[in-house]
């Protein structure tokens, strides 16, 4: 790849230097095939794509398993508007359903139901070894403490706090 500027406008370009093409490459490929291979474990075992799991996993976690449907997107990190897409595909597999907010009319809950909860009973011990498989198995301790960190401090720097920000759950 030729990394020389176009032109005399982009001569401030901080190309990356051929290590750090190396990293950023490694980690395209890496999170594009693990991406790829929890969604076809999740669709094998569950009929349903990663983002779906996640989305079950982020209202079991909830207090009496239900979040506002803003709150569900934050944690999703996905737009409302796919959000919506996803939970109307859930309850129509009985998964999850919507409740009108008491105290917002234009709020809505989603619910984990009694049948949401039981195909993460019989999904989560499949997924739980796909992920161990792919990542933690291959890591030593050290890699994996490094791995948390490095994800930690690149997350926190692609959300920040200020009002305003361009993140997927505000769109």
């Not at 594009?32 to 969604?39: A, K, N, P, Q, S």
């Not at 409740?99 to 809505?108: A, H, I, L």
């Amino acid at each position: 790849m030729n990394t020389a500027p176009a032109s005399a406008n982009e001569t401030e370009t901080r190309w990356l230097t051929p290590e750090e093409q190396r990293v950023w490459r490694s980690y395209l490929h890496a999170t594009t095939l693990l991406e790829d291979h929890l969604d076809r474990q999740l669709q094998r075992d569950a009929g349903m794509p990663h983002i779906y799991y996640g989305l079950l996993v982020g209202l079991a976690e909830a207090p009496s398993s239900r979040l506002r449907m803003t709150e569900l997107a934050m944690k999703a990190k996905i737009t409302r508007s796919r959000l919506s897409h996803a939970i109307a595909r859930l309850e129509k597999n009985g998964w999850v359903r919507r409740e009108d907010c008491p105290s917002d009319k234009r709020g809505q809950f989603a619910v984990l139901t009694p049948q949401g909860h039981e195909v993460l009973d019989r999904t989560a011990p499949g997924h739980v070894t796909a992920v161990r498989q792919a990542v933690f198995e291959r890591l030593t301790p050290e890699q994996q403490q490094a791995l948390g960190e490095i994800m930690q401090i690149v997350a926190e720097g692609l959300q920040p706090d200020e009002a305003g920000a361009d993140l997927p759950w505000l769109r």
